[in-house]
């Protein structure tokens, strides 16, 4: 039996970007290794999903602008509990 893992967040929740999201020649239409969104930017949570091989869960983020980035955990955290300043950008 294959365990599959919760994810962290949820669809519609707001986060902030806790690093720099680099394109990794994922996203369509930006040069690789372009910044896409910059850390500090406030995103909303518009689709959750798993990596099944890394059982990963990968959310898409929804950011100002409409720019939509797939991010993993480590480089999201929920918008209400930082505990430094955030600017809307």
């Known amino acids: 039996m294959h365990y599959i893992r919760e994810p962290k967040f949820q669809w519609g929740q707001p986060v902030v970007a806790l690093t720099d999201l680099i394109n990794d020649g994922c996203y369509p239409g930006a040069d690789l290794d372009s910044l896409l969104i910059a850390s500090g930017t406030?995103?909303?949570?518009?689709?959750?999903?798993?990596?099944e091989e890394s059982n990963t869960p990968v959310y898409l983020v929804k950011f100002p602008g409409g720019k939509v980035v797939g991010c993993t955990e480590p480089e999201i955290a929920p918008a209400r509990h930082l505990r430094f300043p955030v600017f809307n950008q």
């Open 42 to 51: 406030r995103g909303e949570i518009v689709q959750t999903g798993l990596q």
